[in-house]
């Protein structure tokens, strides 16, 4: 355990994951410690990498210098997986990796993008580190898809009350089981308990993944209940409601949705935007106007992807051979306008009237003008053709027009399409736009269709 | 062999080095999946092999009697540079499911397994050339299946796809390296 949690101080997060947990012991005999590696080159490695560390952490650890020999073994592909599932091998030193609350990783309020779809979490997770919450406000329970900034909150709340002087403990829920399993076979569960009596804060994330488990929940149950009743703060995040939560003991899911519930929604255009500018801000990223309005349009993913993406043209922009020119960029984004699944009836309503050159709210205002009355036709067009969206549907998100109306608009449009070559050429560039013609993204659709004349 | 050809392999290898360092990166990603964990350590395990292969491939090549000469054209590892050591320093963070078949893709669509299976043209003996292609060339259909089994992204499974019919034989070749 001791050389673990050595080797863990002295490299990467990263590295720790990807190059000794896959490690296995084989065998201990008091003088040579035998790892396993999943392949050769895996071993070179390590040798080569982590071999002076993991020498020093056995021998602190086993208060003599030991030789440590890195050999190819059988069984550790399958071993990360079977730690996961609480099935540990030994790893280094013969000590299992042990679960430990995570460091609270450089996640703060001021670095969260507030929009529409996530200003109830942020407010709560902000009254939370506050501790102004009040009874209300405690526990706070955020839930919400993958990516949308629930870990974000956590570990700001996390960060905010460390900040005052407070002992916080974050794990994530398979952590907190491990921790609490560790404890059980190790006949260590006073420590476990004391462990949780002694901080002032209380954060697990992914709690989706304690369902099922009956005995986690239970002292699960127990720790919240100290906490709770002590008026400690506890932040909990999870993919779904608590009441969606299968599996989960009741008493636990009424604690959980005894405070404020929080939805992360799906992030909105404007959103998509600010987040995109603010991190490629951080990574000293610029981007033309149009190429960042058109990527929060057609990025309909999580926080992730677009970290992912700025990620992507940092690692572009910093090799010397690739400058970040607009050939480059497109190379770069390309993957990330990839539509996936079935088109989202608010995006093609931002695509078309940002082709058109208006706001989404001219779009769906009530004006009758041609320049604004024929692109939203243009749109009702689209989202009947593009999306499985009934017309009742369409024209709910079309700011609530009745569906008679978006039938009328939806025929006059395919009838000028059936008449006007130049105007069907341009609903096609829209589609392509859109993704839903392979290999048709891209500057070059874009620019056929960018600012028509209005009334087009 | 000229130097060129040495240093060609010698970056060969490195890159392939690097590519099975981004798998085995995924692999720690989604330790918390068994069948993806052990899915990602096969590839890297693959990519692993190549750089065996390579050596395996340089040192018949040093030792053969011929003094053999190539035409290089090290477009190839030039642009897959690129690549993967920005895709490298993107495993480095965190990395959805779907982005990261979409790295695999990418890596697997370079063609650096096709410009050492063209140095293999210079060893003479037929069983050795057979081992030494055989061990560079990869089946992705482990790659497609798995990407249909966890993701609901057709366009990422037809990319999947159409490489894997891409890789069907080794008459595809693109000859970055032809004997002079």
């Keep these: ?456 | 062999m000229t130097p060129e050809v040495a240093s060609l392999i010698d970056e060969a290898s490195r890159l392939e080095s690097l590519a099975m360092a981004i798998y085995t990166r995924l692999a720690s990603c989604f330790r918390e999946d068994g069948e993806l964990h052990r899915f990602w350590m096969s590839m890297a395990r693959h990519e692993a092999g190549h750089v065996g292969a390579l050596a395996l491939i340089r040192t018949l090549l040093e030792e053969s009697a011929d003094d053999l000469h190539f035409e290089v054209d090290d477009r190839v590892t030039r642009e897959a540079a690129v690549l993967i050591q920005a895709l490298h320093r993107e495993a480095g963070g965190v990395v959805p499911l779907e982005r990261a078949f979409a790295i695999s893709l990418e890596l697997e669509t370079l063609e650096l397994e096709d410009l050492v299976l063209d140095l293999t043209c210079a060893l003479s003996d037929p069983a050795v050339r057979l081992q030494a292609e055989q061990m560079l060339l990869h089946d992705l259909s482990d790659l497609s299946l798995m990407i249909e089994k966890r993701c609901t992204d057709d366009e990422l499974l037809a990319r999947a796809d159409a490489l894997v019919d891409s890789r069907v034989g080794t008459d595809n070749r693109r000859g970055y390296v032809r004997r002079a």
């Design chain 1, 1 to 456: 355990m001791q050389a673990c949690s050595q080797i863990e101080e002295q490299v990467s997060e990263k590295d720790f994951q990807t190059w000794i947990l896959e490690l296995g012991a084989r065998s201990f005999d008091g003088e040579t410690l035998t790892l396993e590696a999943p392949f050769g080159l895996f071993r070179d490695r390590v040798k080569q990498s982590f071999l002076p560390i993991i020498e020093n952490a056995v021998a602190v650890s086993a208060k003599k210098r030991c030789a440590v020999v890195v050999i190819v073994g059988q069984f550790v592909a399958a071993a990360g997986a079977n730690r996961a599932r609480g099935n540990h091998r030994p790893v280094a030193a013969t000590k299992t990796p042990v679960a430990k609350p995570k460091p609270l990783r450089e996640k703060t309020f001021e670095t969260f993008v507030v929009g529409e779809g996530n200003r109830l979490a942020y407010l709560g997770a902000r009254q939370l580190a506050e501790q102004s919450a009040g009874e209300g406000g405690n526990p706070l329970f955020l839930y919400g898809g993958v990516g949308l900034g629930k870990t974000h909150l956590l570990l700001a709340v996390g960060q905010a009350l460390r900040a005052s002087g407070k002992r916080v403990l974050y794990y994530q829920g398979e952590d907190f089981t491990r921790r609490m399993v560790e404890a059980l076979q190790g006949g260590r569960m006073e420590s476990f308990h004391r462990e949780f009596r002694s901080a002032d804060a209380l954060l697990i994330d992914d709690v989706q993944f304690l369902a099922g488990k009956r005995r986690t929940q239970q002292e699960l149950f127990h720790v919240f209940n100290l906490l709770h009743e002590a008026g400690k703060p506890i932040a909990l995040a999870s993919d779904r409601a608590p009441d969606e939560l299968e599996n989960l003991e009741r008493g636990l899911q009424s604690r959980f949705a005894g405070g404020l519930l929080a939805d992360l929604g799906p992030l909105d255009r404007e959103l998509r935007l600010r987040i995109l500018k603010g991190k490629l801000s951080e990574a000293g990223i610029h981007l033309d106007d149009h190429i960042l309005e058109r990527l929060a349009v057609q990025l309909q993913g999580s926080v992730r992807e677009i970290e992912g993406l700025v990620s992507r043209l940092r690692a572009a922009s910093s090799h010397q051979s690739m400058p970040l020119d607009d050939g480059v960029v497109e190379t770069m984004i390309t993957p990330y306008l990839t539509r996936r699944g079935p088109i989202d009836l608010d995006v093609v309503i931002d695509t078309v009237a940002w082709v058109h050159g208006l706001t989404r709210d001219e779009l769906l205002s009530r004006d009758r003008s041609r320049r604004v009355a024929w692109p939203r036709h243009i749109a009702a067009y689209m989202c009947r053709k593009l999306t499985a969206a009934s017309l009742p549907e369409i024209g709910h998100a079309l700011g609530g027009r009745n569906h008679t109306s978006i039938l009328r608009a939806v025929r006059s449009v395919a009838e000028r399409q059936t008449s006007d070559a130049a105007f069907s050429g341009r609903l096609q560039q829209m589609e392509k736009m859109l993704g839903t013609s392979p290999g048709l993204r891209g500057r070059g659709a874009m620019a056929g269709v960018a600012a028509p004349p209005p009334g087009h």
